[in-house]
């Protein structure tokens, strides 16, 4: 988008702000770091600047990881009052809202603050959509137009967003503009070392073993093209660990030198299992996970398949081997 588009949409935010008491942040249901710690840092921000301010989320668990930044117990889950301005973060649609959808539809001053350009559907009053990198860019864009001066907690809300939806910088999203933000950011007092650790690599200890089982049963196909890995609802109880915990084994699995998919099996129920897939380069898992009624990004995708594990296994295996152009024999 054209920078003095960019610029209006900022002023039009600052004039809605600069005319409500009360304002209402909202993010989406499963919230990641970069919904809360857009967020939260917006919000400290915005009772910085003189204003009532609150951030709302439709989930009764919030990760335990995710409310060691300033202000994360005091996210609610019901939204009474009246306020006068509603900001939803990270949201590309109005369901990502969960409950609060339906009031956020009939409220008549709405922000959306979103980086989800393709398909955000331009949902609130005042929509700023734009590719940065994460909401918690965008919000950093916002609090700096509105001349706020940002303090520890602020800076290191918004620097765990940018990291994790960055994946620490390694993403096809980070621009230099996300560095410069995080290079600002750092200037103050981020301890970055502590954050990495609470955001992105302090996993529990049931995860981690979960983890390294999976890493260990990781078999190559289609001369290395493609490494897949499986838990078991039997793994779930030998470690302790939930379902929740088997999430990222597929991007692990993407690490293997030579692969261009990598896929997850994981077992749901009795003859229920979760696939995930990622690819690299020019890999489409999107157009596997399709076949088996699925869907996703082009590099992140996933779907579900019923039966026995090796039924599975083999229409997986042969709906890759389509996608690669290589038969597979079982
Ligand atoms: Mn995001």
Redesign the pocket.
Known sequence: MHRRLLRMILEEIKNAIDKAMSIAIICHTRP?A??IG?SLGLCSALKKYGKRADVFCDEENIPERLLFLEGGRLIGNELVDDYELWIAI?CGDVYRLGKFWDRFSAHKNTVCV???VITNDRYARINYVEDFS???EMAFEIIKYMNIQPDVDIATDLMA?II??TNRFGNSNTTSRSFLAAGELMQYGVDINELSFKIIRELSYPRIRLIGVAMERIKLYFGGRVALTYVFLSDYDKYGATSADSEGLADRTLNVEGAEMAVSISQSEANVYKISMRGRRNANVCDVCRVFGGGGHRVAAGCTIKGDYYDVLDKLLKAIGDELNVPFRS
């Open positions: 990641d970069d919904a857009a990270d979103d980086h989800h994460s909401a918690s967003g994790t939806d």
